[in-house]
């Protein structure tokens, strides 16, 4: 039986090959900011209203003309395709299913459009990695004729993580045989025989046509995350010129960058700090999401991802001032776990444990929830952490 999360994860854990699940479990150096993200969270406090009418409790959220049943969606994650066969479009019609967002990543394991068809009534936005203007441009312009309804361009990545077990695992693309891997995936037989027909997964998106998988240098360069360095603020006019629907930021932590971000006609921000797999001393994303509604103002929608495991800590995200929270690893266990129906099985039970925290808040609807938060998001981020300067 599903109780939690962490059950997910277990079953994950015993499911997929060791190289696989640290693949998913990474983060930089000694995982610091990995866990200030789940501990930040635990220690927001949501102080219930009592006596209030909770017969009928409206979870859903309208986002840039849509709505979503439910103020959470499906974070963008590469390699989907080594967690599960076509793991990507098996996420996007859990998705679809229930009524949220999925982001799909430029790491993908499938393209695009194929993806896109598979929830063609889905809400699908497209995540962007620029590591050359010219393949970067050619995604875009094809997200755009499949139907993505917003981009979201990742800005936390000009050189990638130092992700140790990644390192210890071999873990690249191409995949290099070694006795280690050959013991791993031996000894997952499950795992290993539902692997075989497809072979192993390539980054599907980095050629424009046709079913030929992109160079090995694109490749790799992919997984390293070895990205276009010159990216500044001044280059989002380029991508203005060849996406015409919602830009969002991801991977703002600063109020600054905020405020920059408007004044360069930003659509939306993601505050997140890649699940604590960029950069260890970075401040967990739900401490700074206050800083940054703050500095917006309402302009725009402000999101959150980054230790998100409970329909409690999307209620935490939304008291804060989220618009909606996005969820990554939780997602990747249910698809490890029962593909389409595990992701499915894992989003639900968030929405149940999100429904039944806003009931006992004596929230009806997901505007109610920022009166649970005593003091406002300016006092919690001033206790989390007293002790620590925050050099901002």
Known sequence: MLINTEDSR?????????????YIEGAADDGHCLRRNLSDLAAVELTPRVLRDTTAVDTSVEVFGRKWALPFGIAPTGLNGLVR?????????AAARTGIPFALSTASNMRLEDVRSASPDGVQWMQLYVMHRDMAGQIVERAARAGYQALVLTVDVPVSGNREPDLRNGFRVPFKPSVKLAWDVMTHPTWSLRMLPGGA??????????????S???????????????????????LRGLWKGPLLLKGVLHPDDARLALDHGVDGLIVSNHGGRQNDASPSAISALPRVVTAINGRIPVFMDGGIRRGGDIAKALALGATAAFVGRPAL?????????GAQAVINLLAAELLRTMTLLGAT?????????????????????PAV???L
């Open 10 to 22: 277990g079953r994950a854990r015993q499911n997929l090959p060791r190289f696989v699940f640290d």
């Open 85 to 93: 066969p076509r793991g990507d479009s098996l996420l996007a019609i």
């Open 201 to 214: 997964p390539d980054f599907a998106n980095l050629t424009a046509a046709g079913g030929d998988a992109g």
């Open 216 to 238: 090995a240098n694109a490749q790799a360069a992919l997984l390293a995350r070895a990205m276009d360095r010159s990216l500044v603020w001044e280059t989002l006019a380029w």
């Open 333 to 341: 266990y249910g698809l490890a776990t029962d593909g389409a129906e």
């Open 365 to 385: 609807s997901v505007s109610a929830l920022p009166g649970a938060l005593e003091g406002g998001g300016d006092q919690f981020t001033q206790a989390v952490i």
């Open 389 to 391: 300067p925050r050099c």
